[in-house]
């Protein structure tokens, strides 16, 4: 499955945020999708994830409740929706699509990963 995240920018903090990841390829609702993100002189770090079918979503500590993911199957789409976003949200934003949710904060078990898109949140 191929994977695009877009809708990265400048924000200032507080503000609003909405990224996409657009999958095409193989069936889509076969894949947990989960979001990560890397921001400079860091490691990568998990930051949600959604289950197949959309029922479970996960999110870290970081981000709970200002963070929501959700995907529409229909359109072979997952979103990210980012509120009251601080400067230690900036980062490149990864999707990536694996098939084990018992492992959906852990990269190296994802399969496929999009190009990333950059969130700058200025203070």
């Known amino acids: 499955v191929q994977l695009q995240a877009s809708g990265g920018g400048l924000v200032q903090a507080g503000g609003s945020l909405r990224l996409s990841c657009a999958a095409s390829g193989r069936t889509f609702s076969n894949y947990v999708i989960g979001w990560f993100r890397r921001a400079p002189g860091k490691e990568r770090e998990f930051v949600a994830g959604?289950?197949?079918?959309?029922?479970?979503?996960y999110y870290a500590d970081s981000v709970k409740g200002r963070f929501t993911i959700s995907r529409d199957n229909a359109k072979n789409m997952v979103f990210l929706q980012m509120s009251s976003l601080k400067p230690e949200d900036a980062a490149v934003y990864f999707c990536?699509?694996?098939?084990?949710?018992?492992?959906?904060?852990?990269?190296?078990?994802?399969?496929?990963w999009g190009q990333g898109t950059l969130v700058t949140v200025s203070s």
């Open positions: 959604i289950s197949w079918s959309g029922d479970r979503t």
């Open positions: 990536a699509a694996g098939n084990t949710i018992a492992h959906i904060t852990t990269p190296r078990f994802y399969t496929y």
